[in-house]
């Protein structure tokens, strides 16, 4: 079997070509104006880690159609590595509908059941050559999009596991995408055990384990997992809430903006700015702040990913707003 070479960060998921809506508060009925963009949290991911100076591969399939042809020249154009994306004409790549709102989160409406990436063939995971990856980050939402998408999902893991690759899980729970609460509840809490780091918001910890405190959401995905070393709770605009297996906890301050445009994309950044710090070598602390920062460059652009900063303009926001 052909093995290829593999960059410094892997991740794997279902990329969207997403609409989003340019007529502020108008619902998705009513909404004429619309401009595409590349979406899909894991190659939001991705795509930052890439635009921060570091070399990554993305996993996943595409139907042969405009929206796959798309979605391979925006990665293309990002310098993101297709080795591992192949192309059905049996299935159709997925798209979706995002709202402009002036305040709060906006509305999504999926087009993605039995997408190609719902039908993702796990044999390609073993052409991988993983003696270069440092960092592997993984979401819940490509395991939501189909059985065959978990199973393939749960066998990567396990290849990350016995090549002793880093991970991160941000749940990133899409209800929508579940056939019940107790499925989803239960399947990403028994993903994120396999996980050295966990990305959990407050609100999806009060959704998988009753709490919205952050200390409580930390102790509950430190003592499921021996595998789990750190949690950082992400709080919104206050910052992130960190808290290791050995006991020490701190939380490290968000930062301000002049205008919040489009929330999207904020959690996607600050996992990149985290794992793009942890694989330059820098400490846990460092990196959290570093992820905060991304995440604030996200909030101000109205795209999911084109927000994210080059690393000149990263120095330049945290020269300028010292933590």
């Not at 979706?96 to 059941?113: A, C, E």
Request: hydrophobic residues 45%; glycine residues 8%.
């Amino acid at each position: 079997m052909e093995v290829l070479k593999m960059a410094e960060f892997l991740t794997i998921g279902e990329p969207i070509s997403l609409f989003a809506s340019e007529d502020v508060d108008a619902s998705l009925k009513d909404a004429v104006h619309f401009h595409k963009f590349l979406a899909g949290a894991e190659v939001n991911v991705a795509v930052g880690v890439s635009r921060l100076g570091h070399s990554a591969e993305y996993i996943t399939r595409l139907g042969a159609d405009p929206f796959g042809d798309f979605i391979a020249d925006q990665l293309a154009k990002n310098n993101i590595g297709t080795d591992y994306i192949d192309t059905t004409p049996d299935y159709w790549t997925a798209f979706q509908l995002k709202d402009r709102v002036s305040k709060g989160d906006p509305s999504i409406f999926y087009f993605r059941k039995g997408s190609a990436a719902a039908h993702f063939d796990k044999a390609v995971l073993d052409k991988i050559d993983f003696s270069d990856v440092k960092f592997a980050h993984l979401s819940g939402i490509f395991p939501a999009i189909s059985d065959q998408a978990l199973d393939a999902f749960k066998y990567l893991i396990q290849l990350l596991h016995d090549h002793e690759i880093r991970t991160t899980f941000d749940p990133n729970l899409r209800p929508q995408l579940w056939a019940t609460k107790e499925k989803m509840v239960q399947t990403i809490n028994a993903l994120a055990a396999e996980a050295e780091i966990i990305l959990p918001g407050i609100s999806e910890g009060e959704i998988l384990m009753g709490s919205r405190d952050p200390e409580a959401i930390a102790d509950f995905y430190l003592q499921q997992s021996d595998f789990t070393q750190t949690v950082v709770v992400k709080v919104g605009p206050e910052g992130a809430y960190v808290k290791q297996k050995n006991g020490d906890s701190y939380t490290v301050q968000g930062f301000k903006v002049a205008k919040v445009v489009d929330t999207v994309g904020a959690g996607d950044g600050f996992a990149l700015g985290l794992v793009t710090a942890l694989i330059e070598g820098k400490s846990l602390r460092d990196a959290v702040i570093r992820g905060n920062a991304v995440g604030a460059f996200a909030v101000q652009a109205p795209g999911d990913n084109d927000g994210y900063p080059t690393p000149e303009q990263l120095a330049d926001f945290l020269a300028a707003n010292p933590r």
